[in-house]
């Protein structure tokens, strides 16, 4: 055994002995929630957040909003609020906008990460280090322009939809003389979950701000919706089947023509892939404005597209509604302690763990990483629980001195059997072309997570710290964060020396272990009969 320093230190238990350099790779949602979480819970901290855009951008969860015009807000409203959240929390002071991450590499000898960054403003590059490494860019970050010959030589307009704020095509379909609206295959077209669209007067807005229960509640209703539906992705469920068969009649009635409804209502199961939601899109393919090109385009020319049977339609702007690069692998390079890229890594299959992290890369985290619960049900609340797993991994790095961390092999290979077994019963894993599976191979699902999103929180609430490997300080004792034998109750302000002493028992009770319908004391909310899932 290596020789340790066994001085021991004047400070009480726990007490950090460095300030906590971390560096987050984006300012959307994630990016703010963990500067935030953050800022919250550690004093002696050295925050960087770099985002490539100009602005903050992305949506949210936490620190409610009453204000919202609709139901359904527009990407201008939600870009606004995040702005003003940022400026509430002074979270500025962390953000450095136009920067952009080129790479990333551990360092064995000081167990920190090399950072490389551009200045997109300059066009200089800084270097930087951190203990902590988290990229927080998001699964739907980086635009996938089709792989269709000729498209740059196009020498009109040519546009993608990442940049849209409405659906594309009932939103410009009063601006134009012709539009051609391209279809390579069908896809399951899903009205709004719930509610349909509504703008809130000022009197519904109104009474959010004055009555929080009534906010709260409101909200809970929402969830409740989307958590209870999750039974629509098990195959041949008797949920999946009735939802399909009313998405069907529903897309049939909207569409009101059955060449159209033979060539886009899927036959793969809803689900398979995402749905797409398209408020008056397909009521929009009725107007004989539109003409709807069914097959594969065989190139694009300099004014117009060229189909697969040769037919050319000429057009002034070109709008790509062709998605994002789904696979999961970095856009620049992260280097591990293996020496290996991420992106080499996961070449061709990507396999993380709980969404968050990977064998060979320490002191490195992921928000929405693979089998994350991206389309479970409530998204963003999944988000704030992972935010809320690196939180308490970092107060453990800190409070004990911990020199770095890094998921085991083993934890996450066993993981990843288990979700694909799971898989095998769910329609995510149908025969369609789905972003689901990330560009994996094998056709494994990568993008979801194998249960319900309430399934998700509950499994990572709090760490399985035995599924990480734990490397203390060269030469100082494991044991040494026990300090001078003194509790935080008497070394630091506020402390209780008497925080034991209750009236009664106040422990929480397990009920998956008691088997109690709810936790005493614990305030369930149960939706209303009518509170389903509709179309």
């Known amino acids: 055994m290596d020789h340790c320093d066994e001085r021991l230190t004047k400070d009480p238990i726990y007490q950090p002995q460095r300030t906590l350099k971390v560096v987050v790779i984006g300012a959307g949602a994630s990016g703010l929630l963990l500067a935030y979480k953050l800022q919250r819970h550690f004093k002696d901290l050295d925050l960087k957040v770099f985002e490539k855009n100009p602005a903050v951008s992305g949506t949210w969860f936490e620190n409610p909003k009453t204000d919202w015009s609709a139901n359904y807000a527009g990407a201008s409203e939600i870009r ?55 990229s927080a860019t998001g699964v739907l970050n980086k635009w996938k322009w089709p792989l269709i010959p000729g498209l740059h030589s196009f020498k009109g307009k040519l546009l993608h939809s990442a940049a849209w704020d409405k659906t594309i095509l009932p939103a410009i379909r009063p601006e134009v003389q012709k539009l051609f609206n391209f279809v390579r295959q069908p896809t399951w ?25 009534h906010h709260l509640n409101t909200r809970r209703k929402i969830d409740s919706v989307l958590n209870g539906g999750f039974d629509i992705f098990i195959t041949q469920s008797a949920m999946q089947k009735s939802l399909q068969e009313d998405l069907k009649s529903s897309m049939m009635k909207k569409l009101d023509n059955q060449q159209l409804s ?31 090109v069914f097959g594969n385009i065989d190139r694009i020319s300099e004014d117009g597209v060229v189909s697969e049977n040769g037919t050319v339609y000429p057009v002034d702007v070109l709008i790509c509604a062709t998605g994002f690069d789904t696979t999961y692998k970095p856009s620049f390079p992260i280097v591990g302690s293996s020496g290996q890229s991420l992106s080499d890594a996961w070449e061709n299959e990507v396999q993380g763990y709980l969404g968050l992290s990977a064998p060979d890369y320490p002191n490195y985290f992921m928000t929405l990483g ?4 991206v389309g479970n049900g409530p998204v963003l609340i999944g988000l704030e629980l992972q935010v809320s797993y690196i939180i308490q991994m970092l107060s453990k790095f800190q409070k ?13 290979e066993s993981f990843n059997r288990w979700k694909d077994e799971y898989m095998k019963q769910m329609v995510w894993k149908e025969d369609c072309r789905s972003w689901y599976k990330g560009g ?11 249960g319900s999103t309430l399934h998700y929180l509950e499994t990572i609430k709090q760490p399985r710290y035995e599924d990480w490997k734990w490397c203390y300080q060269k030469g100082v004792n494991p044991w040494a964060f026990l300090g001078n034998g003194r509790s935080t109750a008497e070394k630091r302000p506020g402390g209780d020396l008497t925080w034991y002493l209750t009236s009664q028992d106040d422990s929480p009770v397990d009920v998956c272990l008691k088997g109690q319908e709810y936790e005493e004391g614990a305030r369930p909310f149960k939706p209303k009969p009518d509170d389903t899932v509709k179309i």
């Open 370 to 373: 693979p089998n994350s619960p």
């Open 440 to 450: 994996s191979k094998s056709g494994r699902v990568v993008a979801l997570w194998p």
């Open 400 to 412: 004990e001195n911990i020199r770095s961390f890094e998921v085991s092999s083993a934890a996450t």
């Open 262 to 292: 033979d060539r886009l209502i899927p036959k793969f199961p809803f689900g398979c892939r995402r749905g797409t939601p398209g408020t008056d899109y397909l009521e929009s393919l009725s107007d004989e404005k539109v003409q709807t």
């Open 189 to 213: 077209i899903t009205p709004p979950l719930g509610d349909e669209h509504k703008k809130y007067t000022k009197e519904e807005i109104q009474a959010f701000a004055l009555d929080p229960n």
């Open 80 to 134: 606004q609020y995040f702005t003003d959240f940022c400026t509430r929390y002074g979270l500025q002071k962390y953000i450095e906008l136009e920067h952009q991450v080129l790479s990333a590499k551990w360092s064995e000898d000081d167990a920190q990460w090399q950072i490389n960054v551009e200045d997109l403003q300059t066009n200089t590059q800084v270097q930087t280090t951190a203990h902590v490494l988290i």
